[in-house]
């Protein structure tokens, strides 16, 4: 089964050499789920912690 891509990076691609990608799941509640739903996504200016092998934005 495709999944859809709710969210790309252009900017990272452009001003780094991306050596490496995960598929990763997130989990989302209420207006976070509404909104990319909408189209409204922005991870700009996210990055992501890992701790005990599990990811957080």
């Known amino acids: 089964m495709d999944m859809k891509e709710f969210a790309y ?3 990272a691609h452009f ?3 991306i050596l490496e990608t995960f598929e990763v799941g997130l989990v989302l509640h ?3 789920v509404k909104s ?3 189209g409204r996504v922005d ?3 996210s990055y992501a ?3 005990n092998n599990e990811a957080y934005l």
């Open 43 to 45: 991870l700009s200016d």
């Open 36 to 38: 990319i739903k909408n």
């Open 49 to 51: 912690l890992i701790k």
């Open 30 to 32: 209420g207006f976070e």
């Open 9 to 11: 990076n252009r900017k």
């Open 15 to 17: 001003e780094y050499t």
